[in-house]
C-alpha cells in the first residue's frame, strides 16, 4: 500500500528538505518502520523507548488522530495520507 507521509519543517533537515515521502506499508507502526528505513534516526523523534507516541507529536491518517482510532496499529490503505503534526505549545500569559 502506497502511503503519502507529510513531514513538517522541523523533521525535513531528516528527509533531505522534502516535505512529502511515500512509503510502502499496511500501518501506521509499519510507517514509521519504513520512515525509519529510509532515514537513520526518523522513528526516535516519533516514538518513545517504550513504543509510544512521544506526547509532543500528533499523528493523523486522513486528518483522524490515531489516539483515537488504534494508535500505532492503524490500518493504512493505498492512497492515505498520514500527517506528522508537532504539537504547540507556549503563548500568552
Avoid: C
Avoid at 511515500?22 to 507502526?29: D, I, L, P, S
Avoid at 522513528?43 to 494508535?71: A, Q, W
Amino acid at each position: 500500500m502506497s502511503v503519502l507521509v507529510r513531514i513538517p519543517t522541523p523533521l525535513r533537515r531528516i528527509t533531505n528538505g522534502q516535505g512529502e515521502v511515500q512509503v510502502q506499508a499496511t500501518t501506521v507502526k509499519e510507517a514509521i518502520d519504513r520512515l525509519e528505513e529510509l532515514y537513520s534516526g526518523f522513528r526516535e523523534r516519533l516514538v518513545d523507548e517504550h513504543g509510544e507516541v512521544r506526547k509532543f507529536v500528533n499523528l493523523y491518517v486522513n486528518d483522524e488522530d490515531i489516539r483515537f482510532l488504534k494508535g500505532l496499529d492503524t490500518e493504512l490503505k493505498d492512497g492515505d495520507v498520514l500527517s506528522i503534526v508537532p504539537a504547540i505549545a507556549g503563548g500568552y500569559r
